[in-house]
Each structure stands twice: as C-alpha cells, then as structure tokens.
C-alpha cells in the first residue's frame, strides 16, 4: 500500500511539473502572437498609409491603354 502511495506521489509530481512546463511553453506562445499581432497591424497601417490611391473599387479605374 505504501508503495502504491509513493508512486501516485511520484507520477502528481511530474504531472505537476509536466503542467508547469507547458503552461511556460503557452504563455511564450501568447506573447509571441501578440507581437505578431501588432506587427500585422503595424504592416497593415504602413500599407493604407504608403498606397491609398490604389485602394478603390477596381470598377473605376481606367486601364492604362485607353
């Protein structure tokens, strides 16, 4: 019975420290997409900013050979 014990107390405390790891490995990974997400938002800005002549319905432009 004692052993038994032991070994439930063993595998909780990797379980414990399989829990830890991952939720390090998951917080790195949220900060990582939020860095990602701000620099789509920073491209997507540069984007509009550099180019707004070229956003409008593709219906009223006139092609270049007329």
């Given at each position: 019975m004692e052993?038994?014990?032991n070994d439930l107390?063993?595998?909780i405390c990797f379980a414990e420290d399989l829990l830890d790891a991952l939720n390090r490995t998951?917080?790195?990974q949220q900060l990582q997409i939020d860095?990602?997400?701000q620099d789509v938002r920073a491209l997507r800005q540069q984007l509009q900013e550099s180019a707004p002549h070229?956003?409008?319905s593709p219906g009223t432009d006139i092609p270049p050979h007329y």
């Open positions: 052993s038994r014990l107390e063993a595998k998951v917080y790195r860095l990602l997400q070229e956003i409008g």
